[in-house]
């Protein structure tokens, strides 16, 4: 073999070795064991931090709003819903003996009209006009531009939880 | 604000009916355009030069080394749009370590390689090999040691040696141009098999890219023939680029139909995309469809070139026509890519509305990064054929074989 | 002769020496491109696998679970990214259908056509399909996309190079660019919620328990309980994503 094929076919097998070792380097280690992914990732996606506490864990301390609100209207509605991802809340809310927490650690509460209105503004895709044979999923609706807008006496916005308890509306 | 997300805002507000609240967003901008597109023009000058070595054209000559040089400095940055447009631009590598078989993509770096390395780099070593030697001889100081470098230090021109070096320049010729079907074929093959996407989801794809391609590379070698011998002030081998315009005539014929073929086929079975894809033809693409690709980058140089078969006017005239013709299709062609990967992602997959597109001038991904890309290879090129010139070559090598 | 014979013989034997060495060598290399025939493979898993089931007729439209989702997963605040939204679906009587979805449902719905002009109107919550032949795990060059044993489809953000192959390649625009990371960004299904024995946000959140999700592989499932009573469909089912999100009474408008 002429010379000068020598050194190009040697040229090309150091780039070819070079790169396999590279490849042996790089690879990260659990490439492969479950499909051609680092199987690692699956355990890398599991380990985020968490924000909704999942609504069993307000009964403990809230019993008796969560008994109040059981016979309600507003049964199904579980209280993050509402109140907004409360992990941190149910964590540390115990440990301020005298009930007073840090603003931090107080969950939002929906008073404004446009809160309750998310739900229950009237609109023709919640009166399921053609599906109504599964009636218990029905949503009553008001229309939150007029029902009960302002007071009679002092013309203000009243907030819909003047007349309704949210917990049991 | 971010200037990407006051950007997204501005585009929010000029979308017309609905889309998914992520496709408002286009994820693929100006420089997957260029990606397809210098890709293209790569294989194009390929297969151009491979003309010459495979069918003997002999009359072509003139550009044969150009169109392999311009070919290799535009694949030294065909993936660079690609590359500079990831999220992760470090971490391309995995692409080559751990590429995924069923990925359109993965495979192209393969293809990419393949072509670049063994096709390309190889052609060019052997063609120049010989001639580098001799250079080295002639010149001094850092460029002598370039020449050596590059022939790695080998010494060996006797014509057994060059005859050889002939030989397997011929056969990587041969499986050159497969090659170069393949790496632009791949291309239309990522856009093509996207079946969520009724707009590139296509069998046509990879073929129409295939053709597209070798009429811009034709073109792109025109062009830069034509400039280069103004600059370096000598005469244009005019029958030569009579005999370039011929086969991009034919070629353009063929893409031509390909892409009407591709349309008629789309309007005849009108599926359900169909809708959608009409109003974004008549809308938001028409004037980079009809104007730019169709009427400036297709029809016009088709009907000029058509002419220029029966009636030959004055070489100096011939000469402009030629010119203005190629830089016509090579505009035409950048915005037949555009219009795949831009009016691909211009409707919702929902087939219920359109976004718009909007980038701005700086940034990973404006203007400006996208016309570095483009500039980058006419440098390399530069630089290339001061290092080898083409027209310096001893001639009667090519011959041999 | 004789001689020629024994030529011959050693001839054929090459031959089909060489037809074997062949065939093996062709045989093996179309192995390799066995991944290439993707959506052949049959659906994984024999543990767990979940499927995600919504009844529309349920759905009242409070994008509680569109928030929810981002609050849970951090996903930037911005109208272009979402892992979950709602859409609503309008009808009206001359046949057009608009489609809405203000930041995907978070702020609610104003009904934007009168009453009288509408023949029928629904919300559709969106989110992940978590297909078992997933067009976007086919297409990651890297393989930074992919499906859990459990069949959830996850990206792997400390891989993932941000080439956006696999936005283009979902047909139902779930995944987005997170515009931090630069890594592409999708539903989890919670994840790491489940792990901890938790719903996934979403359907921890819905007010009228319009998402179920569960263990496909398990007959007694709430999923499977769904899927039994209930006639389910999937969006765009001719692109045979396996997708693995049912939905109750979807409208054919919807896709």
Request: hydrophobic content about 45%.
């Amino acid at each position: 073999m002429p010379q000068h094929l020598k050194r190009l076919i040697s040229f090309f097998a150091i780039l070819l070795i070079l790169f396999l070792i590279m490849r042996q380097v790089l690879i990260p280690k659990s490439f492969g064991q479950l499909g051609h992914y680092r199987a690692d990732a699956i355990s890398e996606n599991q380990v985020r931090e968490l924000h909704y506490a999942g609504s069993e864990n307000c009964t403990k301390c809230h019993d008796s709003i969560h008994i109040e609100k059981d016979e309600g209207y507003h049964k199904q509605l579980k209280c993050e819903v509402c109140h907004g991802p409360g992990l941190k809340h149910t964590q540390y809310a115990d440990k301020f003996k005298d009930g007073h927490l840090p603003d931090s650690l107080l969950l939002h509460k929906p008073i404004e009209r446009k809160e309750c209105a998310l739900c229950h503004q009237k609109n023709a895709a919640r009166t399921k006009i053609l599906f109504d044979t599964i009636d218990n999923t029905m949503i009553v609706q008001i229309d939150a531009m007029k029902h009960k807008l302002l007071n009679k006496k002092t013309k203000e916005e009243q907030k819909c939880i003047k007349c309704h308890n949210p917990h049991q509306p | 604000m971010e200037p990407h997300l006051q950007n997204l805002y501005e585009v929010l507000s000029k979308v017309d009916g609905y889309v998914y609240p992520n496709e408002i967003e286009l994820n693929w901008s100006i420089l997957i355009v260029l990606y397809p597109y210098i890709t293209g023009l790569v294989a194009g000058a390929f297969i151009l030069a491979s003309l010459e070595r495979i069918f003997k054209l002999h009359i072509l000559k003139p550009t044969y080394g150009l169109a392999l040089l311009t070919a290799f400095s535009f694949m030294l940055v065909a993936t660079m749009p690609l590359i500079s447009h990831l999220g992760k631009p470090l971490r391309a590598y995995e692409i080559m370590i751990t590429p995924h078989s069923s990925s359109a993509m993965a495979i192209f770096g393969f293809v990419y390689l393949w072509y670049l390395m063994v096709v390309l780099l190889l052609e060019i070593w052997f063609d120049y090999r010989c001639d580098m030697i001799i250079w080295a001889n002639e010149t001094k100081g850092f460029k002598r040691f370039l020449y050596r470098a590059l022939s790695l230090w080998t010494t060996d021109i006797s014509p057994k040696a060059v005859a050889l070096d002939n030989k397997i320049g011929y056969i990587i010729t041969v499986i050159g141009v497969p090659s170069a079907f393949l790496l632009h074929g791949y291309v239309g093959f990522i856009f093509g098999s996207i079946k969520a996407n009724p707009w590139w989801s296509t069998v046509l794809m990879p073929v129409i890219f295939l053709f597209s391609a070798m009429v811009s590379g034709i073109a792109l070698v025109m062009f830069i023939y034509i400039i280069l011998n103004k600059i370096r002030k000598i005469s244009v081998d005019m029958a030569c680029l009579d005999t370039i315009a011929k086969y991009l005539f034919y070629i353009l014929i063929i893409d031509f139909t390909l892409e009407g073929l591709d349309q008629i086929h789309r309007i005849y079975e009108a599926e359900e995309s169909f809708e959608v894809l009409h109003m974004l033809v008549f809308g938001r693409l028409f004037f980079t469809l009809f104007i730019m690709q169709g009427l400036f980058g297709t029809v016009i140089p088709l009907i000029t070139l058509a002419i220029l078969q029966f009636y030959k006017p004055k070489v100096q005239i011939r000469k402009i026509i030629y010119f203005i013709i190629a830089t016509l299709i090579l505009i035409g062609i950048f915005f037949m890519r555009w219009n795949v990967v831009i009016g691909g992602q211009l409707f919702s997959k929902s087939f219920y509305g359109y976004t718009s597109f909007k980038i701005g001038l700086i940034g990973a991904e404006g203007y400006l990064m996208a016309a570095v890309w483009i500039i980058v290879p006419f440098l390399i090129l530069t630089f290339l054929l001061w290092l080898l010139p083409p027209w310096k070559k001893k001639e009667d090598e090519i011959q041999v074989i | 002769m004789k001689n020629n014979k024994s030529n011959l013989s050693r001839r054929d034997f090459f031959k089909n020496g060489a037809i074997i060495v062949g065939g093996i060598a062709v045989a093996s290399a179309i192995t390799t491109f066995d991944s290439v025939l993707f959506a052949l493979e049959p659906p994984k898993g024999k543990g767990k696998w979940y499927g995600i089931g919504i009844d529309i007729n349920k759905c009242i439209g409070c994008g509680k679970c569109a928030n929810a989702c981002k609050l849970e997963n951090n996903v930037p605040k911005e109208p272009f990214y979402f892992r979950s939204w709602v859409e609503q679906y309008t009808i009206k009587n001359d046949g057009t259908i608009k489609v809405e979805s203000p930041n995907g449902g978070i702020d609610g719905f104003q009904q934007s056509i009168p009453d009288e002009e509408i023949f029928k109107s629904f919300f559709v919550p969106k989110m992940c399909n978590h297909c078992a032949k997933s067009p976007c795990t086919q297409v990651c060059p890297v393989g930074a996309t992919f499906e859990t044993p459990e069949g959830i489809v996850l990206v792997d953000p400390n891989y993932c190079i941000g080439c956006r192959y696999c936005v283009q390649a979902c047909p139902y625009g779930c995944r987005y660019v997170h515009p931090d990371t630069g890594t592409v960004d999708k539903c989890t299904l919670c994840i790491h919620r489940l792990k901890k024995g938790l719903q996934p946000a979403c359907f921890e959140i819905c007010p009228t328990e319009a998402r179920i999700f569960g263990d496909l592989n398990d007959l007694e499932s709430k999923i499977n309980y769904f899927l039994k009573n209930h006639t389910c469909m999937v969006i765009k089912p001719h692109l045979n994503t396996g997708s693995k999100l049912f939905y109750n009474a979807l409208s054919s408008e919807v896709r």
